[in-house]
């Protein structure tokens, strides 16, 4: 009876301290390991961001519809909307502004056809348009700083 007493204690004392010890090693390989946040071109100064945003977009609604690197523009182009809408969309003090909402409206729409029509250049109605729109937001954010 005692050596069955015993084994029980040892046996559950034992799994305790495994699991303890897991639990252990799991917390600090967790908060031990270094983090790696995602690289960004954006430097957090959301008037120069903006027009620079604005500016290399414009190159890339200006690409000839024939161009060679017409698919790598449409990709970097893709990662620097990404970029700054996840930068600039959940700030309070910009995304109430009349540049952001003018951006995002743009952007919108340029990566909505990026994404839909991936083999399709831009339309000239809507290159219209986004020029219009990458105007207007830089004399915003001009006239909002």
Known sequence: ?????????????LTKAISFSLSLIVVFSLFNSPSIAAQTSMTGNYTQDTISVIETLQTAVNTPKDSANKDEVRSEALTLITDYISRYRNRGMVNK?????????????????????????????????????????EKMVLRES
């Open 1 to 13: 009876m005692l050596m069955k007493w015993t084994s029980e204690l040892i046996f559950k004392n």
């Open 97 to 137: 502004t009349q540049s952001f909402t003018t951006m995002q409206t743009a952007l919108n729409a340029m990566a909505g056809h990026y994404k839909t029509f991936a083999s399709r250049p831009l339309p000239d109605k809507l290159k219209e348009r986004l020029t219009k729109e990458f105007s207007l937001a």
